[in-house]
């Protein structure tokens, strides 16, 4: 009878970790539906109705995918960052629905091109401003030499921020600044990634900034492609203004 009884709730714990595989599974598979669904180089207001639709379950959505993006670039700035960071002004384009972290900065200003997405940030009471933008058809709406960080995370990417507005987070920044930005480096990426690292080179040519450190981290986000599989690769790009 005991044995009988431990071998009903071994069964039971194993239809119980079968179901829980199942749905993290189907909600894998949702993520995947909806990101799919406004992929690649389509038009800005498409790309801007999908974000202002997505809003709501962004956050629950990207931690399905393991999207860890504002976790290595907060560390990046925090790990070469010398300056009183109590009182430093922190920029956050694309901010999304704030899923920065903190790591001791306390006055943060953000800009993104969806209301819904602003809305969300706020909701955070992280950012002592949010400034609604279109980035690359319209100006960064903020004043040159200004902030002590410049952080974009998950907006350069094919169809989101244009390459362009790089020199704009430049000019953005105090001089001894930092600026931090991130791409994907998968496959569908490649070619703006190309174009984000030309213009990165040309800024530093220019001498308006030099390249403080690269890390390319192999497991940036899962894989939502139909040709790839695990995970994606990803890179985050460190630059003091001059
Ligand atoms: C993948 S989310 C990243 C959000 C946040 N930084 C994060 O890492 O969670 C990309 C964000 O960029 C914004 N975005 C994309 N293209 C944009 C553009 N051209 N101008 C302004 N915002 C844009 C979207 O509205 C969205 O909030």
């Known amino acids: 009878m005991k044995r009988l009884r431990m071998r009903n709730s071994r069964v039971d714990l194993i239809i119980q970790l079968k179901l829980a595989m199942t749905s ?26 999908f974000y202002d639709t ?19 670039a907060s560390k990046t700035v925090s790990s070469h ?66 902030f002590d960080v410049v952080i974009i995370v998950g907006g350069l990417s094919v169809g989101n921020v244009p390459v362009k507005v790089a020199r704009e987070l430049c000019m953005a920044t105090k ?11 998968n496959q569908d990426n490649l070619a703006y990634k ?17 390249r403080v450190q690269v890390v390319n981290v192999d497991q940036w986000e899962r894989a939502v492609s139909h040709d790839e599989q695990g995970y994606i690769p990803g890179a985050v790009y460190l630059y003091q203004r001059l």
């Open 194 to 210: 190309a174009c984000l690292e030309q213009e990165l080179k040309t800024l530093e040519e220019q001498g308006l900034w030099r």
């Open 81 to 146: 960052f010398t300056g009183e960071r109590k009182s430093a002004r922190v920029l956050d384009v694309a901010c999304g629905t704030g899923l920065l972290k903190k790591l001791g900065f306390e006055h943060f200003v953000g800009i993104d091109g969806s209301k819904a997405m602003l809305e969300m940030a706020k909701n955070t009471t992280m950012y002592q401003d949010l400034k609604i933008c279109m980035l690359g058809s319209q100006p960064l709406p903020v004043d040159h030499d200004a």
């Open 54 to 72: 997505w809003a709501d379950n962004y956050d629950q959505d990207v931690s399905v995918l393991e999207y860890h993006a504002p976790v290595f």
């Open 175 to 185: 001089t001894g600044g930092y600026i931090c930005l991130t791409t994907r480096s």
């Open 24 to 49: 993290s599974n189907d909600q894998f598979e949702h993520v995947k539906a909806v990101i799919l669904s406004c992929h690649g180089d389509t038009s800005a207001e498409e790309k801007m109705n």
